[in-house]
């Protein structure tokens, strides 16, 4: 299969000698560190090999679990759902909730909020449909997801019994300790693990991830394969092979020249959670200490319509990173009108996908011309191996971005500022 390759040609001037060798040496330290993993914070390295075809056969049978429901609803909160719904919303049809029949259960999610409104409408959707859950946290009492399971557990014990809810519930958790961890052994629940080596936001081909895709009818084995290729590429320790020891180089120099914000432009509305994926995966590995890029992202086109002024005339601290794919799973052609009222026959007979490529050229030559550096990561097709890949490359960039940074890229001490203040006014026992 063709792979992930990168374009760095516009900056290509801000690369010096010092940068490439910090770079070389951060990954360099990232593998040194990987021996040991003294803090087990670098399981994610090895994912990609270490999943046995036993561990395949688990999750697939836990997915099975859920084959007469009309939906499975993912209850998580950052690294524990948003690989997994990127993946599915990339892979998936952009309108399987609309049809009127489903091959497979339909994944929702909860858990991600404290929204009243959204939580009430799902239970009202579920009331007279069929549902299990999956819970998935290390702890078992992250405040988001552990409202959400109390109340769409309550529901499912009222509609099934506590045995069958039971049979319908899977909890993914850390394999030997926490709340999930205990429920499940005094319920006999199906559990799988997170390893306790992997951060969540690093989770996404484990069981987080791989349970809602096997749902979903993703070829978990392929998304690995994509993975573990590009954990190839990512292990070698000769700057000019390694892409993404080269993409962080890149980013490292243009933060250095005075760049604070990285836009990352899709080019598909179906890499939208991927991108809100890369959001957390980016700003909790490198935003600390006061350093490090603010993470944003668009969809192109249609960002262009909103976002593209400023871009093009704004403040000039951003630069972009462009991830396109280059070919579509479907064919189109644009007709030919014999009155041209809409004047688009200058471009009859083009696929839309032709045409949006032309599009994003444009947009890069504009931006450009705008003093705004582009990086480009492309895809040959949205496919299970071509998002591993993509999934892969990512984790491996902010590792050893944060190490250029001279940070910690595998913790996240300023998330429980918020959490502290909160059990705090809510008057929670030791706060």
């Given amino acids: 299969m063709s792979d992930l ?3 760095l040609q516009s900056i290509q001037a801000l690369y010096d000698a010092e940068i490439e060798r910090l770079a070389v040496q951060s990954g360099k330290t990232l593998l040194e560190r990987k021996k040991e993993d003294k803090n087990h914070v670098l ?3 090895d994912t990609p090999i270490s999943m046995q075809e036993e561990d395949f056969l688990r999750i697939e049978r836990a997915a099975s679990t859920f084959s007469g429901c009309d939906f499975v609803i993912c209850i998580g909160i950052g690294g524990s759902y948003l690989g997994g719904r990127a993946v599915i919303q990339a892979l998936g049809h952009s309108f399987e909730s609309y049809r009127t029949t489903h091959k497979h259960p339909q994944v929702l999610f909860a858990g991600q909020n404290i929204c009243q409104d959204y939580l009430y409408e799902l239970m009202m959707l579920l009331q007279d449909r069929s549902f299990g859950i999956i819970h998935i946290s290390k702890s078992g009492t992250t405040t988001e997801p552990a409202i959400a399971f109390r109340f769409l557990r309550d ?3 009222g509609k099934v019994g506590e045995k069958e809810a039971d049979r319908l519930t899977v909890v993914i958790t850390s394999p030997f300790s926490g709340a999930l961890r205990t429920l499940a052994n005094q319920k006999k629940l199906t559990a799988l693990d997170i390893p306790d080596n992997v951060g969540g936001r690093f989770s996404v081909l484990t069981a987080v991830g791989l349970l809602p895709m096997a749902i979903s009818r993703i ?8 993975a573990k290729r590009m954990r190839e590429q990512c292990l070698s320790v000769a700057f000019d092979k390694n892409p993404a020891m080269r993409f962080a180089a890149a980013r490292y120099a243009l933060y250095m020249s005075g760049k604070k914000i990285e836009i990352l432009a899709t080019s598909t509305p179906k890499l939208h959670f991927f991108s809100e994926w890369w959001k957390q995966l980016f700003a909790e590995s490198e935003g600390k200490q006061q350093r490090g890029l603010f993470p944003a992202a668009i969809t192109l086109t249609t960002d262009l319509h909103s976002m593209g002024q400023w871009i093009q005339q704004g403040e000039r601290s951003i630069f972009e990173t462009y991830v396109t794919v280059d070919k579509c799973r479907n064919n189109l052609t644009l ?5 041209d009222t809409d004047q688009l026959n200058y471009i009859a007979g083009y696929s839309p996908n032709e045409i949006n490529r032309q599009a994003l050229i444009g947009s890069q030559m504009a931006h450009t011309e705008g003093e705004v550096p582009i990086l480009e990561v492309s895809v040959p097709e949205l496919n299970a191996y071509c998002m591993g890949q993509l999934l892969y490359f990512f984790e491996f960039v902010v590792a050893i971005g944060g190490l250029m940074l001279k940070v910690n890229p595998f913790d996240q001490p300023g998330v429980e500022a918020y959490k502290v203040n909160t059990f705090r006014l809510l008057k929670r026992p030791g706060y």
């Fill in 5 to 7: 390759y990168i374009n």
């Fill in 43 to 45: 399981g994610w390295v």
């Fill in 219 to 226: 070829d978990i084995r392929q998304l690995l394969n994509g």
């Fill in 335 to 339: 007709p030919l009108y014999a009155e």
């Fill in 155 to 157: 529901l499912l014990i």
